[in-house]
Structure formats: structure tokens, C-alpha cells
């Protein structure tokens, strides 16, 4: 073993034992592959509670009567497009059963020996 290869040997142990007691003594956190980590962004404040002091608090949350009202409103409104044939499809209606239709059209069998109702 040369004198050289001895000396860095003692020389990079050194620093690693400086490093070391830099991060203990200044609370850093000791990073010697580099990888990435977490800390920056886990050291940060959270911001939580301060954003939610920003917005105001919405009574109308709370209240029933104005819910009920929201509903029926919304019940109306869903009344008045089913009035002129706006709606919403039944159950099974939709643009999917039109499309599996049209593969059942296509592929000579019935839409219940698609779905498995066939007797």
C-alpha cells in the first residue's frame, strides 16, 4: 500500500467524520449517495389551516331549508327536461346499450345471449 492511497484513505474519512458532525450539530439531514429525498419538501410548513382561514365559512351548507330548497330545485329542473325530452335515458338506454346493440346487430346474436339472460 503507497503512502498516497494511505493519506486520501485518512483524508476522505475525515471529511465523512466533519460531515457527519455538521448535519448532528445543525439538524441537517445527511445525504452521502445524493438519492433524492423528501426532507425539502416535508420541512416546509403546511399551509393547510391558512388557506382554509381564507375562505369564508358557507352557512348554507348547514342549513336544511336551504338544501331542501336546492333539491327542489334541482327535482324541477330535471322535471321540466324530462317535459321536453331532455333527461336523462333510463337505466340502460344509454349510448353504451345503443353500442352493444349494434354489436349484437352486426355479430347475428341477440342482446340476451350477449348479457347471459338466454334460457
Not at 425539502?40 to 388557506?51: A, D, F, P, T
Not at 334541482?74 to 327536461?81: G, P, Q, T
Not at 341477440?110 to 339472460?117: I, Y
Given at each position: 500500500m503507497s503512502i498516497g492511497s494511505l493519506?486520501?484513505?485518512?483524508?476522505?474519512a475525515a471529511i465523512k467524520g466533519v460531515a457527519e458532525a455538521r448535519a448532528r450539530i445543525f439538524g441537517h439531514v445527511l445525504n452521502p449517495t445524493g438519492e433524492r429525498s423528501p426532507h425539502?419538501?416535508?420541512?416546509?410548513?403546511?399551509?393547510?389551516?391558512?388557506?382554509a382561514q381564507?375562505?369564508?365559512y358557507d352557512i348554507n351548507k348547514?342549513?336544511?331549508l336551504v338544501m331542501a330548497k336546492k333539491e327542489q330545485e334541482?327535482?324541477?329542473?330535471?322535471?321540466?327536461?324530462k317535459r321536453r325530452g331532455k333527461g336523462p335515458p333510463k337505466k340502460?338506454?344509454?349510448k353504451r346499450s345503443k353500442h352493444y346493440d349494434l354489436l349484437c346487430l352486426y355479430s347475428g346474436y341477440?342482446?340476451?345471449?350477449?348479457?347471459?339472460?338466454a334460457d
Open positions: 493519506k486520501s484513505l485518512v483524508a476522505e425539502k419538501i416535508l420541512r416546509k410548513k403546511l399551509i393547510g389551516e391558512k388557506v381564507w375562505y369564508p348547514d342549513d336544511p334541482r327535482l324541477s329542473k330535471l322535471e321540466m327536461l340502460g338506454q344509454g341477440s342482446s340476451a345471449e350477449v348479457w347471459g339472460d
